[in-house]
C-alpha cells in the first residue's frame, strides 16, 4: 500500500518566517508533486520532480523553492513566509508516465500564516 | 490556454437521484482525464480514469472529444458518494514535461 506521509499536518507561523514542509514516500516513486488546494481554485501546482536532484517549476512557484536529495523525499520552502501562503499544502507521488498512472496524496499539511 | 472547468461549486441532491458533475477541458492535444475524490477527513485519491472505461462505486464518465467535455455521472446517488470531486487532465505542457492540472472541484452532498 503507497504511503506518502507530511510531517506537519497543522502549522502556525508568522509574516516572515522559513517554513520547511517535508513529505516522505516509501513506494520508489520516481516522481513526486507539491500542490497547494484553496476552496473556489481546485489544486494549483507549484513544484514538481521527476528524479532525484530535478525540480521543475509547476504553474505557482513563486515564493516557493524545493529540495529532493533523496528520492523518497521532497521538501517545499517558503523561505519568507507571506500570509497569501495560507492554504492546504498537498504532497502526491506517481511512478511512470503521468498520463496512465496514478497520483497517490498525503494528507496534507494546512499552514497559516499571521 | 490549457485548462479544466468544473462550473458548479456544489451540487445538492437527494438520495437515489441521478448525479452528474460535469467538467470541460481545453487542451490542444489529445488528452488523459481523470475523475479524483476527497470524502471528509481522508486523503484525495483517483475515483476513475477515461482510458480505463471503468465504472468504479457506480459511477462512469465518458470523454466527448467534440464538446470537450468528461461528465462524471451516476444513476442512483446514495449518501456515502457526498465528497469533494476534482476533474483532472494530463498533458505535455509548456517545459516538455507531463503534468496533471486540476479544476476547482465539486462539492457533492447527498442528502436523505
Known amino acids: 500500500d503507497v504511503k506518502v506521509t507530511q510531517s506537519s499536518r497543522y502549522l502556525v507561523k508568522r509574516t516572515g518566517e522559513k517554513v520547511f514542509l517535508e513529505c516522505v514516500q516509501d513506494?520508489?516513486?520516481?516522481?513526486m508533486f507539491w500542490y497547494r488546494q484553496d476552496p473556489g481554485l481546485g489544486l494549483r501546482l507549484i513544484y514538481f520532480s521527476y528524479d532525484v536532484k530535478m525540480k521543475e517549476k509547476g504553474d505557482i512557484p513563486e515564493g516557493y523553492s524545493v529540495s529532493r536529495e533523496k528520492k523518497e523525499r521532497f521538501s517545499l520552502i517558503l523561505e519568507s513566509a507571506s500570509t497569501n501562503q495560507t492554504s492546504m499544502y498537498l504532497c502526491a507521488s506517481s511512478t511512470g508516465t503521468l498520463l496512465t498512472g496514478e497520483l497517490f496524496f498525503g494528507e496534507g499539511s494546512r499552514l497559516t500564516v499571521l | 490556454a490549457q485548462r479544466v472547468t468544473q462550473p458548479e461549486k456544489l451540487l445538492s441532491v437527494f438520495k437515489g437521484a441521478p448525479v452528474e458533475l460535469k467538467c470541460n477541458y481545453s487542451y490542444s492535444g489529445s488528452p488523459e482525464l481523470f475523475w479524483y475524490v476527497q470524502y471528509s477527513r481522508q486523503r484525495l485519491q483517483l475515483l476513475l480514469r477515461?482510458?480505463s472505461r471503468e465504472s468504479i462505486k457506480g459511477f462512469t464518465a465518458d470523454l466527448n472529444k467534440g464538446e470537450t467535455s468528461f461528465h462524471l455521472k451516476k444513476p442512483f446517488a446514495q449518501e456515502e458518494d457526498s465528497a469533494m470531486y476534482y476533474c483532472a487532465l494530463a498533458g505535455m505542457f509548456s517545459g516538455g514535461y507531463n503534468k496533471l492540472i486540476f479544476g476547482a472541484g465539486t462539492r457533492l452532498a447527498v442528502h436523505p
Open positions: 513506494m520508489d516513486h520516481e516522481n
Open positions: 477515461h482510458i
